[in-house]
């Protein structure tokens, strides 16, 4: 059974949860440690931005900062995604050995398994989807920059509402996904939050979110809090992985890497928001 390592962060600001995610990739890909899953969660609530997403063109930051909401960039791509209610897990391996093959859709396909898994336990029926033959439109309905209002390949709907979200980063042989698991959502702050100025009407794209996003508590009944979700995430994991998680901190070598992201990335207004130029 293949060991692994299990860090479960304290709350952190975004700049911090962006730069240990890069520091925990560094490391799986020198080999100084054996693959991991991350769980985290976000104080204050930010949204991240995909790597290549300028933020002017995909959020309100006037709406961000009269609601102290900070705005990151992720090291990985895709749209802007909301973390405020949620379970935010990364996984960090080698791009091949132990359960992945090394192909970027079959190891987004692996990591969908202990969801599915875990979706399954809440009674909720998460289904598995190529999600990009199902994009219809929401340009169109001024949405496109909402990560949730997309599904994109092997990411899990319930009822044709995305459930999860997430993008991979490949670098030296090692890949970080991302991925979000909402408890609640507050659409209205979503759209709020998330168009930019000068987006489609409010009531067509609240129609199309509402009828394209989903999260847990939607279906679960009684409300699930979140210290349940991760006992019942990292059990998943384990047991359809096969896999011994072992509880782990930051090495030193990772706590210094993280603090120097935040002081020349993460923590700089100018790098979170350029986007590719």
């Not at 997403?53 to 609601?67: I, K, M, S, Y």
């Not at 192909?103 to 598995?128: H, K, Q, S, T």
């Not at 909402?146 to 994109?152: A, H």
């Not at 044709?160 to 991302?178: N, P, S, V």
Request: glycine letters at 10%; one cysteine or more.
């Amino acid at each position: 059974m293949d060991r692994w390592r299990l860090l479960r962060t304290s709350p952190a600001n975004g700049a911090w949860n962006m730069a240990v995610d890069e520091a925990l990739l560094e490391s799986v890909a020198a080999g100084r440690c054996p693959p991991l899953l991350r769980l985290y969660r976000w104080q204050p609530a930010a949204v991240s931005l995909g790597y290549a997403q300028r933020g002017t063109d995909q959020v309100n930051l006037t709406a961000c900062r009269r609601q102290g909401v900070e705005v990151v960039r992720r090291i990985t791509g895709g749209r802007a995604v909301l973390h405020q209610h949620e379970l935010t897990y990364a996984v960090v391996a080698p791009e091949q050995g132990g359960v992945f093959s090394g192909g970027v859709l079959e190891n987004y396909r692996v990591i969908a398994a202990p969801l599915l898994a875990l979706f399954a336990r809440l009674g909720i029926d998460g289904r598995l989807v190529s999600g990009r033959s199902r994009f219809h439109g929401a340009q169109a309905d001024g949405a496109s920059s909402v990560c949730f209002s997309v599904p994109s390949s092997y990411e899990i709907l319930c009822a044709g509402r995305k459930l999860t979200g997430g993008a991979q980063k490949r670098q030296g042989g090692a890949f970080l996904q991302h991925g979000s698991i909402p408890l609640d959502l507050d659409l209205e702050r979503l759209w709020d939050l998330l168009n930019p100025e000068d987006a489609k009407p409010r009531s067509v794209a609240l129609r199309h979110l509402e009828q394209s996003v989903g999260w847990i508590n939607r279906w679960h009944h009684p409300p699930l809090n979140i210290d349940s979700l991760e006992t019942l995430f990292v059990e998943s994991f384990a047991a359809v992985l096969g896999l011994t998680l072992e509880d782990s901190d930051l090495s030193p070598v990772e706590l210094a890497r993280a603090q120097e992201l935040v002081a020349t990335r993460y923590g700089c207004e100018s790098w979170n928001l350029r986007g590719l130029t």
